[in-house]
């Protein structure tokens, strides 16, 4: 074992970590503030009831060697999970560091759904969803991508921090359930305006800021990869907030403080397949053309459909992280991670389409299974709050707290 890796990795582990608190202050400061604690709730409830899940059984179903449809119960409860390495997944730290670093993906996987239907769900339902949806959706997809004997792993993709197990799993499943619990009342004409942007700004700081464990923890080694991934999610990021701007500088006379938060958080969505992959002129065009894509996405082709993505998650984390696995294969090459592959612009077309095939099994799979899952959660407990409830606000229908106790 290596000391300086294992220390590595632990630090990505709680960076990994602030980014869930994070994202609740990113998707808090945009709800109405009547609905602030219930995200934030949400976030930090996820944190609790993940962390249990994944000792008790996660772990194991991700990641515990075997081809089939998850990696089984053999290391529930961590049997068999140490502190000696385990060669197969890293070969210089304990294996229990390895563990601990995958279960905070496995926390904000599903905590990034909650931007799809904010300010409407029940919370003991949300709470059976969630539980539910990591056990047969983010444990399958994880092991079939990231697993011993996953045959998208198999096929040759590449997926260094979550793309497709993280954020195009979490957006397909955003948009179903955006769909399926319907719009947020009297919103068909004017959709409510963020209450509170500096808790935005300080969301998008810290997702930022813990990306860094998240893609350059990656590594799972304190080495050059871990170098290259820290640069190139750095550039990516500045590159895509940049880009959100001047884009929103040429439709609308000025560039907003709320569109430059979005750019640099769907930068980071789009590099992190990539991070171990690109060199930085490719980190540039991914954080560049990323922007775009996702504007039209959220800003354009969402209010033509009329669905009420409220905070937007598929539009910054399904189209992002398609676009970054799509990306991965265009600019890829073993002159950044020999273990990796060339892509299109390296001379080898192959790896561009084995991405897409990646992506449409996780688009498919992800999508099919979350709504079933909704449409059985919804039939025992009812997943949308009582339009009075709604009216009034989940943090007093729901947690019996306010947030401001100021009154204007």
Request: glycine fraction near 12%.
């Amino acid at each position: 074992m290596n000391s300086g890796d294992t220390v590595w990795v632990l630090i990505s582990a709680a960076l990994v970590m602030l980014m869930t608190p994070g994202l609740a202050f990113f998707y808090g400061g945009m709800v109405r503030k009547k609905n602030i604690l219930s995200i934030l709730m949400q976030c930090f409830i996820i944190l609790c009831v993940v962390s249990v899940a994944w000792v008790m059984f996660g772990y194991s179903l991700a990641f515990a060697p075997g081809a089939g449809f998850w990696g089984g119960f053999g290391w529930s409860m961590l049997n068999g999970v140490g502190l000696e390495p385990y060669v197969d997944y890293a070969a210089t730290i304990p294996h229990q560091a390895f563990m601990i670093f995958q279960a905070m993906f496995a926390i904000i996987t599903p905590a990034l759904i909650i931007g799809a239907f904010a300010e409407r769900m029940k919370f003991s339902s949300f709470l059976v969803f969630t539980v539910a949806w990591l056990t047969f959706v983010y444990a399958p997809v994880c092991h079939w991508v990231w697993g011993i004997g996953g045959f998208i792993r198999n096929m040759g993709a590449l997926d260094f921090a979550g793309g497709t197990v993280v954020h195009v799993n979490a957006g397909v499943a955003a948009l179903v359930t955006a769909l399926m619990i319907g719009r947020r009342k009297n919103t068909e004409k004017n959709l409510p305006s963020p209450h509170n942007l500096p808790f935005v700004v300080l969301g998008t700081a810290l997702l930022w800021f813990g990306w860094f464990g998240f893609n350059s923890g990656s590594a799972l080694a304190a080495n050059g990869l871990a170098v290259n991934a820290f640069v190139v999610t750095h550039t990516a990021a500045a590159a895509a907030g940049l880009s959100w701007a001047l884009i929103e500088w040429f439709r609308n006379g000025k560039p907003t403080m709320f569109g430059v938060a979005s750019g640099a958080v769907a930068g980071l969505v789009a590099i992190t397949p990539a991070a171990g992959f690109v060199t930085v002129s490719g980190a540039l065009a991914i954080g560049f053309l990323v922007s775009v894509f996702c504007y039209l996405a959220a800003v354009i082709i969402k209010p033509l459909l009329g669905y009420d993505d409220a905070l937007d998650a598929f539009g910054v984390h399904c189209v992002g992280g398609i676009w970054g696995a799509l990306a991965t294969g265009l600019f890829a090459t073993k002159l950044v991670n020999p273990a990796g592959n060339d892509g299109v612009f390296y001379g080898n077309p192959g790896l561009f389409m084995v991405q897409l095939k990646a992506v449409v099994i996780t688009i498919v799979y992800s999508g099919i299974m979350s709504a079933v899952l909704f449409k059985l959660v919804d039939a025992v407990m009812g997943m949308r709050v009582e339009a009075r409830e709604e009216d009034i606000g989940l943090d007093l229908t729901q947690h019996h707290e306010r947030a401001y106790t100021i009154v204007e």
